[in-house]
């Protein structure tokens, strides 16, 4: 009977290659559902320890088929189309589990069914592996929201906290700024003579007196700088031009300079820069720099202030805007110099050098922060280039417009 059912194979030789060619292994069955053919891989799909001989009922040998015996017939008889189980668990004969998908089509010629058999152990590895993916970064999103809320939260906190301490500030500058002058203003008119000569040492006492109120004064008002320029957005936004802006200030310091012992000079530039912004802020940073320039250079010394248009921009982080007109201000000296490890910390509140502190008169340590505050509230950049024994030179970066082209946009 089963060479009988052989030779009347329902199946060509093209069609068996092309389901081999596939990875297919099939199972032909008659209307009885009883095994007229099967490929040799049917074993392994199915795990079973020997191979599928015809005669066998299908259910018997495949066993997910079992209790589907009606679809099974209604297929033969072709009142449904097919059956499809996507996904079948088997474990083979070395232990592991692998998975296969079963499809159940009629035959074409005469009734009966054809059961093909494909290997997806590969696939479905891959797909559990991905929706372990999934899962993971469902789990990783939600913590990521989690965090993002605790974090809107930190932030809230860290902004009240920097308004109060900015509030602080404010109160304890006003409430030491009078007793400070009130200090300063006896200390001046004791060392005048106004109650009579000093002693020597009585003179260097007051005189110390002095220098520390007038350094508490100095350290206030920077504070009180710090805290107007952490504010997002400029007060006041006018038209500055920068070459008056330096004029004013190389006047405001000759004196200063003189006693020093330093040259201070302007370079001179035929072209007139202008730029929008707070003209007091801009000043009050340029000024910084000159008197640390000043401070820092000694007697024989020099420091040179130039302001041009450039022409070639520098390659910054962040880069300069191309679409503006870019002026740089530079503050040169030919002091002492930065050591290169203290360069990359001296905009940090209060930090000052070593050099600073053991051979400089005191400072605030403020002075090159509320520059660089400046700057970020202008859409400008700071850059500094300075070797020890060779000199300092700071260069601010400013949006700016020529006389001309503001002229025209008047």
Request: hydrophobic residues 40%; charged residues 20%; proline residues 4%.
């Amino acid at each position: 009977m089963h060479k009988q059912l052989s030779d009347q194979s329902p199946m060509t030789d093209r069609q068996t290659q092309q389901l081999l060619a596939l990875s297919v292994a099939y199972i032909m069955c008659d209307a009885a559902l009883t095994i007229i053919e099967a490929s040799a891989g049917v074993a392994d799909l199915l795990g079973l320890t020997e191979h599928v001989l015809p005669g066998q009922a299908l259910t018997s040998v495949c066993l997910p088929l079992l209790g589907y015996e009606a679809h099974l017939y209604a297929i033969c008889a072709r009142t449904v189309p097919d059956l499809v189980i996507e996904q079948i668990n088997f474990e083979d004969r070395h232990g592991e589990t692998r998975y296969v998908s079963l499809v159940v089509l009629p035959q074409e010629s005469e009734p009966g069914l054809v059961v093909l058999l494909s290997d997806v152990t590969v696939q479905s590895q891959q797909q559990q592996r991905l929706q372990q993916q999934h899962h993971e970064l469902l789990l990783l999103h939600e913590k990521i929201a989690a965090q993002n809320t605790q974090l809107v939260a930190l932030n809230a906190e860290l902004s009240q906290l920097s308004q109060r301490k900015s509030d602080m500030i404010a109160i304890v500058t006003h409430d030491l700024r009078s007793p400070l002058t009130a200090i300063t203003g006896y200390a001046r008119m004791l060392l005048d003579g106004m109650y009579g000569q000093l002693l020597p040492e009585q003179q260097e006492l007051v005189q110390s007196m002095y220098d520390q109120g007038q350094h508490m004064r100095e350290l206030l008002s920077k504070l009180l700088d710090l805290r107007r320029l952490e504010s997002t957005e400029l007060d006041k936004r006018e038209v500055v031009n920068l070459n008056l802006l330096l004029t004013r200030v190389v006047f405001s310091f000759h004196d200063h300079a003189r006693l020093a012992e330093v040259e201070l000079c302007l370079a001179e530039d035929e072209e007139v820069l202008i730029t929008h912004g707070d003209g007091d802020i801009l000043q009050q940073a340029v000024a910084n720099l000159v008197s640390n320039a000043i401070k820092y250079t000694g007697a024989g010394g020099k420091v040179v202030l130039r302001l041009a248009r450039l022409t070639e921009l520098p390659i910054v982080d962040p880069p300069l805007d191309a679409r503006h007109t870019w002026g740089a201000l530079t503050v040169a000296d030919t002091g002492s110099g930065i050591a290169e490890e203290d360069l990359q910390h001296i905009f940090d509140p209060f930090f000052r050098t070593a050099a600073a502190r053991m051979r400089g008169p005191a400072g605030s340590g403020l002075g090159l922060s509320i520059v660089q505050m400046a700057m970020r509230q202008h859409g400008g950049r700071v850059l500094v280039a300075s070797r020890p024994g060779e000199g300092t030179t700071f260069t601010l970066l400013l949006p700016c417009d020529t006389q001309d082209q503001a002229a025209s946009q008047q």
